[in-house]
């Protein structure tokens, strides 16, 4: 496999959203606005890459019995790496996000790589394997923000295009389940097909 | 085994306390950020800020002084757990003669779109000015002088309630910040309507 399909292949074959269907949790809950849902996938992409090319590294020396415990020690070190930082230089993201960052640990996005890709791979391989997810889930959790936070409130990124209210069950929770079916049946049936 | 991940654990903490030591300092400059924006957001222009702990010894409040040094608001701290979604947790700054300069949410966890328009201007901007004192503060379906959010009554109510909270707190406070000759008649009439808001609640 080429080193360019490595990091392509996040964004529609192996998209982690609609394709994989994994990492449901924070795709669901932190896509109320385009912002909140980039940010989202920003952050899992940053624990993503990091974890994966530490597991690989030491994947050859950790024996079998202990392998989930120690992936787990390294993705929470990678989280609690980042909730530090975000703190620190973004606390109004970080304040928007809040639980949803500790919870990147429990993400099945980040431990999946891990297991079917970093720990037979090359460290290179995998860093290029967690930006190509990373940047898939990004995409995917933007892509659901910019929809509900049109439908919802009728605004982009911020920036108010339609006057009024919007249509605030979009930006509830039942709102998150119907964008996210839909644009499942969109992908599935004129992206995905033509792979 | 037990080397291996006795290893893995140790590299990581290691990890760990370097971030955290170089971080430290930013994120305690940023959370004071946040909480001096959040001042100035409900105080007038201020020269100096004094942080003082109540007698509970947990929370503390806020004496922005001027230039000569005279206190010119008092901002406390309130919360009220009757929101549609749990807590309420608001700053609310006062001035001298009681009335509110202005408030501000500090953490809430209502509908979006419904209650969580209680940190819009629309709603918020009613209290800029409003003398619990000498208005009542409640909601006008209870009795008060409160317009509440349309759909959203529950959260209004529990936005008067915080706020009541922080009256409570600025009359057992004003006495000791605000030591003026004016002061003797304000308190006597603020207990009178404290008085007749809890027979409404």
């Known amino acids: 496999m080429s080193k360019l399909s490595l990091v392509t292949k996040g964004f529609v074959k192996d998209n982690p959203t609609f394709a994989l269907m994994l990492g449901m949790c924070p795709t669901l809950a932190t896509t109320t606005s385009a912002v909140n849902g980039m940010s989202m996938g920003l952050a899992t992409a940053f624990v993503l890459i990091l974890s994966n090319m530490a597991i690989s590294a030491i994947a050859r020396f950790v024996p079998d019995k202990v392998r989930i415990p120690s992936y787990i020690v390294v993705i929470a070190t990678f989280v609690t790496v980042l909730q530090l930082l975000m703190q620190a230089y973004v606390p109004a993201v970080y304040d928007t996000l809040g639980l949803f960052i500790p919870l990147i640990v429990v993400n099945c996005i980040v431990l999946g790589r891990a297991e079917a890709f970093a720990n037979k791979n090359s460290v290179l391989d995998s860093a290029l394997d967690g930006l190509g997810i990373g940047l898939g889930f990004t995409l995917s959790l933007t892509v659901i923000g910019i929809v509900r936070e049109l439908l919802g409130a009728g605004s982009i990124f911020g920036y108010k295009l339609i006057a009024g209210d919007g249509i605030l069950v979009f930006v509830l929770a039942p709102g998150a389940f119907l964008v996210l079916a839909y644009l499942l049946v969109i992908f599935r049936k004129y992206i995905l097909k033509n792979e | 085994m037990v080397a291996c991940l006795g290893c893995v654990t140790l590299v990581c903490a290691a990890l760990l306390g370097v971030v955290y030591v170089y971080t430290e300092d930013a994120v305690s400059a940023a959370q004071q950020a946040k909480s001096t924006k959040a001042i100035e957001a409900v105080s007038p222009a201020f020269d100096s800020l004094c942080e003082e702990t109540e007698a509970d010894g947990r929370t503390s409040y806020y004496v922005a002084r001027d230039a000569e040094g005279a206190n010119i608001a008092l901002i406390v701290t309130a919360e009220s757990s009757k929101g549609f979604g749990g807590k309420i947790k608001m700053m609310v700054g006062f001035l001298p003669d009681g009335s509110i ?97 809890t027979r409404n609640e």
């Open chain 2, 101 to 197: 300069y202005d408030t501000s949410v500090l953490e809430h966890s209502e509908t979006p779109g419904l209650g969580a328009k209680a940190t819009e201007e629309g709603f918020k901007g009613q209290f800029r000015g409003f003398n619990p004192f000498q208005r009542k503060l409640s909601v006008v379906k209870d009795g008060g002088d409160v317009d509440a959010i349309t759909a959203a009554t529950i959260t209004s109510r529990a936005y008067c309630d915080a706020l009541q909270t922080a009256t409570d707190k600025f009359n057992t406070l004003s006495q000791e910040v605000f030591p003026k000759p004016q002061q003797e008649e304000e308190p006597a009439a603020g207990e009178e309507n404290i008085e007749e808001d």
